[in-house]
C-alpha cells in the first residue's frame, strides 16, 4: 500500500486571485473597476494601496467566484 503525504497548499494572496481570476476569464481592468466601484480603487487595491473593504470582498466571490477564505487574508 502506497503511502501519500500531504503538504498543506497555502491559500493565494487576495491580489494574486484577482488578477488570476482575471486572466482565466480573459476580463478587462475596465469590468473589474466596475465591480470594485470606481477606476481609480481598482488602480489602488491591485497596487496594494488600499485593502479591500466588505462589500468588495462579497463582490467578487458572488461576481469572480473567488473564495471569501483567500479574499478576507491579510496582504
Same mark, same amino acid.
Given at each position: 500500500m502506497k503511502k501519500f503525504l500531504? /503538504? *498543506?497548499?497555502p %491559500? *493565494?494572496?487576495p491580489i494574486e486571485a =484577482?488578477? /488570476? #481570476?482575471?486572466e482565466q476569464r480573459n476580463m478587462s481592468?475596465? %469590468? +473589474?473597476s466596475k465591480i470594485l466601484?470606481? #477606476?481609480s480603487r481598482k488602480s489602488e487595491i491591485l497596487s496594494g %494601496? #488600499?485593502?479591500l473593504s466588505l462589500t468588495m470582498i462579497r463582490n467578487l466571490r458572488e461576481k469572480l467566484n473567488i473564495p471569501a477564505e483567500v +479574499? =478576507?487574508? +491579510?496582504y
Open positions: 500531504h /503538504f *498543506p497548499i %491559500k *493565494p494572496n =484577482i488578477k /488570476f #481570476r482575471m481592468e475596465s %469590468k +473589474l466601484g470606481t #477606476r %494601496k #488600499r485593502k +479574499l =478576507i487574508q +491579510l
